[in-house]
């Protein structure tokens, strides 16, 4: 089936407003819990494991719940729709929490609200994100325009993230009038509205290929998708990915805010997060077409985590020679990285659109929903691991967080900073020279194999419909 300008269009804005919610989420829960409101780095960070471990099992269910799901509507547009607005009210619930009062029970019922709407919103997210990728290998049944459908998904949720990135500092200085808290809470209910106006756009002009789940029994779904191996390996490699991402998105407004420091501070990490998101949508844009015409897929995302690595490396040079305190210079190495970054999030979504073509050839199921729900599982563990490494070590290296009543920022001792810088790129560098070593040995669907998966999967469909006559 042949996709429409107004069908790629539509998808990309849904990948934008689905991306500006999670990028808010993933970016500044830490800090607003921890900042702002008080709660322990190393609770936040906990809670938001355990989350994840409660996703381990409702992600895959959920993919299960798709793809057995036939209406009217289609398979997947009625939970995307339905899990946008429950997650929109859960988002705003999330950065508006309840004052905590005097005492340890004013503190502990925020600790309980925080843990409740926190895995409410896993929940949720998950219900409109898995059905918004399994629709990739849905609408669409040509490797070109897989690739293609991947790069405009990616690409706009780069732009989401980055939307999030620009804006989120200065316009909750704006909006909270002094006040983080009420800035947050408020631009909180903004990003709500573009969400849930976005995903109806996108539900409204996509379409679906009419197709039937051969898989009958949870059972044989999940021993389908545990026999797809190279599923297995995108999956890990995603997991790998973005953890050095958000170890990353978790620890850089705590630089911006206590070591680079100044009384805009808000202004020179909002240029760097423009400029590294910039970066990032250029990557996906232009950076991966132009490698792709000369570069196989696995050769360009060896290239990127090498290319990723030296920036984080190029960071930590800086910071130990003083450099850094010229944020000119540091934006070299972080268009590096986010650029990157960019390209290694298209070719994740890439891979894993492959591997549902591997998998079908190789067990006889197409288990779209279940592989992409590993997607969503994998980058929200990613996201909890990362966060609660975070909270952890902000608690070991000492730093003091400043309470929404401060309007002074809290000064940090040099061993701080130098543990902060050290959290910041030596980490996230460790994390990718892991993906690196595991993708190489791992990693067999090159462009040729995936090519020919795409003519076998035709000439089986072919023979079936006409044996159906």
């Given at each position: 089936m042949k996709l429409t300008g107004k069908q790629k269009a539509a998808f990309g804005i849904g990948a934008i407003g689905k991306d500006m919610v999670y990028a808010l989420s993933a970016s500044y829960v830490m800090y607003y819990y921890q900042d702002i409101i008080g709660l322990s780095p190393t609770f936040v960070?906990?809670?938001?494991?355990?989350?994840?471990?409660?996703?381990?099992f409702n992600d895959p269910f959920m993919g299960?719940?798709?793809?057995?799901?036939?209406?009217?509507?289609?398979?997947?547009r009625p939970y995307l729709v339905s899990g946008t607005v429950l997650n929109a009210f859960v988002l705003y619930a999330l950065?508006?929490?309840?004052?905590?009062?005097?005492?340890?029970?004013?503190?502990?019922?925020?600790?309980?609200?925080?843990?409740?709407?926190?895995?409410?919103?896993?929940?949720?997210?998950?219900?409109?994100d898995i059905p918004y990728w399994s629709m990739i290998p849905a609408i669409t049944d040509t490797p070109a325009d897989t690739e293609n459908l991947s790069v405009i998904g990616r690409t706009c949720a780069g732009v989401g993230?980055?939307?999030?990135?620009?804006?989120?500092?200065?316009?909750?200085?704006m909006l909270g009038a002094g006040s983080e808290r009420v800035g947050f809470r408020r631009f909180a209910l903004i990003v709500s509205v573009?969400?849930?106006?976005?995903?109806?756009?996108?539900?409204?002009?996509?379409?679906?290929?009419?197709?039937?789940?051969?898989?009958?029994?949870?059972?044989?779904?999940?021993?389908?998708?545990?026999?797809?191996?190279?599923?297995?390996?995108?999956?890990?490699?995603?997991?790998?990915?973005?953890?050095?991402?958000?170890l990353t998105s978790n620890l850089i407004i705590y630089f911006f805010k206590y070591d680079v420091g100044g009384t805009n501070w808000q202004g020179t990490y909002t240029l760097f997060s423009t400029v590294g998101g910039a970066?990032?949508?250029?990557?996906?844009?232009?950076?991966?077409?132009?490698?792709?015409?000369?570069?196989?897929?696995?050769?360009?995302?060896?290239?990127?985590?090498?290319?990723?690595?030296?920036?984080?490396?190029?960071?930590?040079?800086?910071?130990?020679?003083?450099?850094?305190?010229?944020?000119?210079?540091?934006?070299?190495?972080?268009?590096?990285?986010?650029?990157?970054?960019?390209?290694?999030?298209?070719?994740?979504?890439?891979?894993?659109?492959?591997?549902?073509?591997?998998?079908?050839?190789?067990?006889?199921?197409?288990?779209e929903s279940v592989i992409f729900s590993m997607q969503t599982f994998v980058v929200k563990l990613a996201s909890g691991v990362s966060v609660?490494?975070?909270?952890?070590?902000?608690d070991l290296i000492g730093l003091v967080g400043n309470s929404?009543?401060?309007?002074?920022?809290?000064?940090?001792?040099?061993?701080?900073?130098?543990?902060?810088?050290?959290?910041?790129?030596?980490?996230?560098?460790?994390?990718?020279?892991?993906?690196?070593?595991?993708?190489?040995?791992?990693?067999?669907l090159t462009d040729e194999i995936v090519l020919e998966n795409a003519r076998k999967l035709k000439e089986k469909n072919r023979a079936a419909a006409e044996n159906a006559r």
């Open positions: 960070g906990l809670i938001l494991m355990v989350a994840r471990v409660f996703d381990a299960i719940l798709v793809a057995k799901t036939k209406t009217r509507w289609g398979r997947f950065f508006a929490a309840p004052s905590s009062g005097s005492g340890n029970s004013g503190s502990t019922a925020v600790m309980v609200y925080f843990s409740v709407v926190y895995i409410l919103w896993g929940m949720t997210y998950t219900m409109m993230s980055a939307i999030i990135a620009m804006l989120t500092v200065l316009s909750v200085k573009i969400f849930i106006i976005t995903e109806i756009i996108c539900a409204v002009s996509v379409k679906e290929k009419d197709t039937e789940m051969k898989t009958a029994t949870i059972g044989e779904m999940f021993r389908a998708l545990f026999s797809n191996d190279q599923a297995i390996v995108v999956v890990l490699a995603i997991v790998l990915v973005n953890s050095a991402l958000y970066f990032q949508i250029l990557g996906m844009m232009i950076g991966y077409p132009i490698v792709r015409r000369k570069h196989t897929n696995t050769a360009i995302f060896k290239q990127a985590l090498f290319a990723a690595i030296f920036g984080y490396l190029l960071i930590l040079t800086m910071c130990l020679t003083g450099l850094s305190s010229n944020v000119f210079l540091l934006f070299i190495p972080g268009a590096i990285v986010f650029a990157c970054n960019g390209i290694l999030t298209v070719l994740t979504t890439v891979f894993l659109s492959n591997s549902v073509d591997y998998g079908e050839i190789k067990t006889g199921h197409r288990e609660f490494i975070t909270g952890i070590g902000l929404d009543a401060e309007s002074v920022v809290a000064q940090q001792s040099e061993s701080t900073l130098v543990g902060l810088r050290l959290l910041m790129t030596i980490m996230p560098t460790l994390v990718l020279i892991a993906a690196a070593v595991f993708f190489s040995r791992k990693f067999k």
